[in-house]
């Protein structure tokens, strides 16, 4: 809760004096927190809805995209599918209906285009006594990049790395 004052007004007539005492709270904004995305955080276009909480609850969210307008937040979820590549501010907007006072808090998320990854190397088809082959990947793998063979069962037999064993595929 606020700090409360009083403020008191005196008033003198013909030698008599009368004052009269109002008091008064002033209260701070109320503090909010956004749960769920952080601000600077990064996902991608394709990643799942996100579900935002606000503290203290029964605030609202909204998005400003510089883009393509308020779109993007569907009550508390973010949708990063459908607010699109670029920069997001999501914004929670509380009243405390008990002070009547307001805040407002930003965050910022970057949401990151799908790469779109190709390879060369691999021929349509291989006898299993064949040489191992290099694959070639575009853009070049870093070091949490894999190539990975996707068999009927499911397994990735074969890739090592950036290259595929025909004789353990």
Do not use: K, R, W
Not at 106 to 134: E, H, K, M, R, W
């Amino acid at each position: 809760s606020g700090s409360t004052t009083n403020i008191t007004y005196s008033f003198s007539e013909n030698g008599c004096v009368s004052e009269t005492t109002i008091t008064y709270t002033v209260d701070g904004p109320p503090s909010l927190f956004i749960g769920g995305l952080n601000d600077g955080d990064e996902v991608c276009i394709g990643d799942a809805d996100i579900t935002l909480t606000g503290l203290p609850a029964g605030g609202t969210f909204s998005i400003l995209n510089p883009d393509n307008g308020m779109i993007g937040i569907d009550n508390d979820v973010f949708q990063p599918g459908i607010a699109g590549t670029g920069t997001h501010e999501i914004t929670y907007d509380y009243t405390d209906p008990s002070t009547t006072c307001s805040n407002t808090l930003t965050i910022s998320v970057n949401v990151l285009a799908l790469p779109t990854p190709s390879f060369s190397g691999l021929d349509a088809q291989y006898c299993d006594d064949a040489d191992n082959v290099s694959l070639v990947g575009t853009p070049s793998p870093g070091a949490d990049d894999v190539f990975t063979i996707l068999n009927p069962d499911g397994g990735n037999d074969g890739v090592f790395g950036t290259t595929f064993s025909p004789s353990l595929a």
